[in-house]
C-alpha cells in the first residue's frame, strides 16, 4: 500500500508538562520526514479520535503513530481497520520510569523514532484464507470425550467421536456407583453413574457420528484442514477436520511393578478398577476373589504407584476420593468395616464434604500409614504391614481383602493415538516428568497443546476426578470453536488471537539447514522429500522463533521482521560519554512487558540508561540484532523474558529458553571480537515481578560500567 504517515502526540497525562512536544515535532517533519504531526491534549477521548478519523477521511492517512499510553490500554479506542497503528508507550516508558526531565526528553524521542521506523517498515496484514472446515474430531469415548462432543454438537457443530472400545463409556462403564456431585455429600453417598443416558444422548445426536472398535490411523495438515483417517475392522475412511479435543483417557499404573504389596501373588489383592468391577457385578456385595466368601474387613492402600520417585512422581489426584467411595460399598454390609491406609488424604474443594462424612463412620478406619507389605496370615487372609503410623508405631494389620489404589497414566504414555505426521513427531509433546501427560501450557492455557488446533482434555492432560473431566471437557470444547472460527478467518489463535500475519520466507535464499523446523514450539514447518522446509500458517502461533532461528533471515510478517527490529535498534541514541552507557532491553511482550507496565504504573524508576524494544517472543530474537546493537557502539544488551524450564511460563513454550541457548552462541562470538560476553545477558521476569525490575536493570547497568564503555562507541 502506499503509506500516508501521520504522528500523533498525546499532551495528556502530564506527557505535555514533561515532554518538548515541538521538538519532537521537528525531529518528525524534518529528519523522519512524516507529513502530519499533531498533539492533542486528550488522543483517547472522542475528540482525539475524531482528530485521527478526519485526517485518514481527508488527508489519506493510513499510517498512525500513536505517541501517548502503553499499547496495553485503550486498545479499543485506537482501532483503526484498515491503517497500519503504532502506539508508542512515551507515558509509561518515558514519563513514569524516568525522573529527570532530560532524561524524559530523550527517552521519548527515541521511542518515537523508533515507533516510526516500525510503522514505515510494517505492512498492513493480509490474513492467511484457505478453504476450510469447522468439523470437530473428539478422540475417547469416555466421560470426557462424550462430555466435549455433545458440548460441540449442541453448539451446532459437526462431531467425528472416535471410540476405541465396541462401546462408549470409557471406565466410567466399569463403575459400580459415583460420588455424589452436589452438597451436602450426605445421604446417599453413593449415586448411580447414569452413562447409560449420556452414551444414548451422544448416539442419537443428529451432529455426532460415532466411530466405536476404531482408532484414528494418521493425522496430517492442518488446523481447518486435518486429513485424519480412522480404521474400523480393517477398513479406513479419510475425514475432513477443523479442530480435534483429545479425551482419550487413562490407564491404572501396572500393579506388579509394586513387588511389596503383593499383586499377582495374592489373588485377594486386586487394584481399585478391579474392585469397582467386583461390586458392579455382585450387585454392591463384595465378593474375595479366591474363595468367593463375603469380605469383611477391606484395606485400601491409598498412593499405591503415585507421589513414589520410582513409579509415578505425581498425586493421581482422584484415588482418595475413589477409596471414600469404595469404603461405603464396604458398609453396606453394617458388620464389615473399612480401613484407608494413607499418606495423606487429598480431596480437593467440596469433595472435602464427603471425606468429613466418612470420619462419621465409625466403621471406616482411616490412618496415615506406609505401608511396607502384604504378607499370608496363614488363615486365608492378609497381613497388612505398615510403619510411620500416627501412633509412631509398626503395626500389622489382618485383612480379607486389600484393594491398591493405583495411580492414574494417560492413556498417551505409551500410545500416541492422535498419530500425527508432523516432522516433530506422532504424538503431542508432553511433560517429560510426568509420564506423558500432555504440555498443555499449564500455566498460561489450559487444554492448549503445542500442537496447534489440538486440545487436550481430562486425564490425557492430568488426573483428575469424573466432575473435573466434565468441567475440563466444556474447556476444550470451547477451545476447540474459538480455534475452528479463528481459522476460518485466518486468524491467529493463541495467545496473539488478533494477529492476521503468518511468516512469509523467501525461501530463495533458504539453505535447508533445518533450524527453523528443529526449533518451532509447534510443529509448523514440516519439510519436503529434498529437506525443504514448507510452512503451515494454520498450526503457526506467530511467536516468530522461525525468524530468530534463521541463520539467512529470511522469515518476516508483514508488521514483524528482522530488518524492522535491527533498523529500530540503530536508531537508538548512544551518548558520546564513556561514564554515560546506553543499554537496550529486548522485552517479551507477554510478561515481561506487562511487568514494566506495572513497574510504570506504581511509578517506579528505573537507570536512564535503558531503552525498551517489545518482541513477540524472546525466542524470536535473531543474534544480527545484537552485532549491530554493539558494532553501533550500544554498550549492552539484555534479554528479558519469561521464565522457562520446568515450571516454564513462556506463552510459546520454548521462546525463553532457545533465546537463552542462541546467547550461548552470541557470547562466544563476542570473545572473538574481543567484545566481553558479559555485555549481553538474558533474565527470567514472570508478570508480578515488577518490583525487581529496579533491580535487575541496575545490576546490569552497574555491571557494564565495571566492563567499560564499548570501544565501538563513536564509530
Request: aromatic share 8%; charged share 25%.
Amino acid at each position: 500500500m502506499d503509506k500516508k504517515l501521520a504522528l500523533y502526540i498525546c499532551s495528556g497525562c502530564g506527557i505535555g508538562e514533561a515532554v518538548n512536544i515541538e521538538k519532537i515535532s521537528n525531529i518528525a517533519k524534518n529528519a523522519q520526514r512524516i507529513p502530519v504531526v499533531k498533539s492533542h491534549f486528550a488522543l483517547c477521548a472522542q475528540e482525539g479520535v475524531d482528530l485521527i478519523k478526519a485526517d485518514m477521511a481527508n488527508e489519506g492517512v493510513n499510517t498512525i503513530i500513536i505517541a501517548a499510553c502503553s499499547n496495553r490500554v485503550k486498545t479499543d479506542v485506537f482501532n483503526f481497520p484498515g491503517c497500519i497503528v503504532e502506539r508508542v508507550a512515551v507515558r509509561e516508558l518515558a514519563l513514569w520510569l524516568l525522573e529527570a526531565p532530560e532524561d524524559i526528553q530523550l527517552a521519548a524521542e527515541d521511542y518515537i523514532k523508533m515507533g516510526i521506523i516500525k510503522a514505515q517498515k510494517s505492512e498492513l496484514p493480509e490474513p492467511y484464507i484457505m478453504e476450510t472446515v469447522k468439523n470437530i474430531l473428539v478422540i475417547g469415548g469416555g466421560i470426557t470425550g462424550m462430555t466435549a462432543a455433545l458440548k460441540c454438537a449442541d453448539m451446532g457443530y459437526n462431531v467425528v467421536l472416535v471410540e476405541k472400545e465396541a462401546q462408549l463409556g470409557g471406565f466410567v462403564n466399569k463403575l459400580y456407583k459415583q460420588i455424589p456431585t452436589t452438597l451436602p455429600y450426605k445421604e446417599p453417598l453413593i449415586v448411580d453413574t447414569d452413562i447409560q443416558s449420556m452414551i444414548k444422548t451422544v448416539e442419537s445426536h443428529p451432529k455426532i457420528k460415532v466411530y466405536k472398535s476404531s482408532k484414528v490411523e494418521k493425522t496430517e495438515g492442518q488446523p481447518g484442514a486435518f486429513d485424519v483417517t480412522i480404521t474400523t475392522n480393517g477398513s479406513s475412511e479419510v475425514v475432513k477436520i477443523g479442530t480435534i479435543v483429545l479425551a482419550a483417557g487413562w490407564k491404572p499404573y501396572d500393579a506388579t511393578k509394586l513387588e511389596h504389596l503383593g499383586y499377582g501373588q495374592f489373588k485377594d489383592v486386586v487394584t481399585s478398577i478391579e474392585f469397582e468391577e467386583i461390586a458392579k457385578k455382585n450387585n454392591g456385595k463384595i465378593i474375595r476373589p479366591s474363595d468367593g466368601k463375603p469380605a469383611k474387613k477391606v484395606a485400601f492402600i491409598q498412593c499405591a504407584g503415585s507421589r513414589d520417585p520410582n513409579h509415578l512422581p505425581y498425586c493421581s489426584a482422584m484415588c482418595c476420593a475413589t477409596s471414600l467411595k469404595q469404603a461405603r460399598y464396604v458398609r453396606q454390609d453394617d458388620s464389615a468395616c473399612a480401613m484407608i491406609f494413607y499418606k495423606d488424604i487429598r480431596t480437593p474443594g467440596r469433595t472435602e464434604y464427603y471425606y468429613k462424612e466418612a470420619q462419621n463412620d465409625a466403621g471406616v478406619m482411616l490412618t496415615k500409614a506406609d505401608v511396607t507389605g502384604i504378607s499370608d496370615a496363614g488363615n486365608g487372609n492378609l497381613y497388612v504391614e505398615a510403619e510411620n503410623t500416627l501412633l509412631g508405631e509398626k503395626i500389622k494389620v489382618e485383612a480379607d481383602l486389600v484393594v491398591l489404589a493405583v495411580g492414574v497414566v494417560p492413556a498417551t504414555a505409551d500410545d500416541p493415538i492422535i498419530n500425527l505426521q508432523y516432522r516433530q513427531g506422532l504424538g503431542l509433546p508432553d511433560l517429560d516428568l510426568y509420564n506423558g501427560f500432555a504440555d498443555s501450557n499449564f500455566i498460561c492455557f489450559q487444554y492448549e497443546t503445542r500442537r496447534t488446533g489440538i486440545y487436550a482434555a481430562g486425564c490425557v492432560r492430568q488426573p483428575m476426578n469424573m466432575s473435573e473431566a466434565v468441567e475440563d471437557a466444556t474447556g476444550a470444547a470451547l477451545k476447540a470453536i474459538q480455534c475452528a472460527e479463528h481459522v476460518a478467518k485466518g486468524q491467529a489463535v493463541h495467545p496473539r488471537a488478533w494477529d492476521l500475519t503468518y511468516p512469509d520466507p523467501f525461501m530463495q535464499k533458504c539453505t535447508a539447514c533445518k533450524r527453523c523446523t528443529e526449533e518451532c514450539p509447534f510443529g509448523a514447518i514440516d519439510e519436503d522429500e529434498k529437506g525443504t522446509p514448507y510452512f503451515k500458517p494454520n498450526r503457526c502461533r506467530r511467536c516468530a522463533t522461525c525468524m530468530g532461528a534463521c541463520p539467512e533471515r529470511i522469515i518476516s510478517f508483514k508488521d514483524y521482521h528482522v530488518d524492522m527490529i535491527g533498523t529500530m535498534l540503530k536508531n537508538v541514541s548512544v551518548p558520546s560519554e564513556d561514564d554515560n552507557p546506553r543499554l537496550i532491553v529486548l522485552v517479551c511482550e507477554n510478561d515481561a512487558y506487562p511487568a514494566l507496565d506495572s513497574a510504570a504504573f506504581a511509578k517506579i524508576k528505573i537507570d536512564r540508561a535503558v531503552r525498551f524494544v517489545q518482541l513477540r517472543c524472546l525466542g524470536s530474537t535473531n543474534l544480527v540484532w545484537i552485532a549491530d546493537a554493539l558494532s553501533r557502539g550500544v554498550d549492552g544488551m539484555l534479554l528479558l523474558g519469561c521464565k522457562y524450564g520446568e515450571n516454564y511460563q513462556c506463552h510459546f513454550a520454548k521462546g525463553s529458553e532457545l533465546a537463552n541457548y542462541r546467547l550461548g552462541k552470541v557470547q562466544e562470538t563476542l570473545g572473538r571480537l574481543q567484545l566481553e560476553a558479559e555485555r549481553v545477558q538474558m533474565v527470567q521476569l514472570a508478570i508480578d515481578e515488577y518490583n525487581q525490575v529496579p533491580k535487575i536493570i541496575s545490576d546490569f547497568v552497574e555491571r557494564v560500567k565495571e566492563i567499560g564503555p564499548n570501544p565501538f562507541k563513536g564509530f
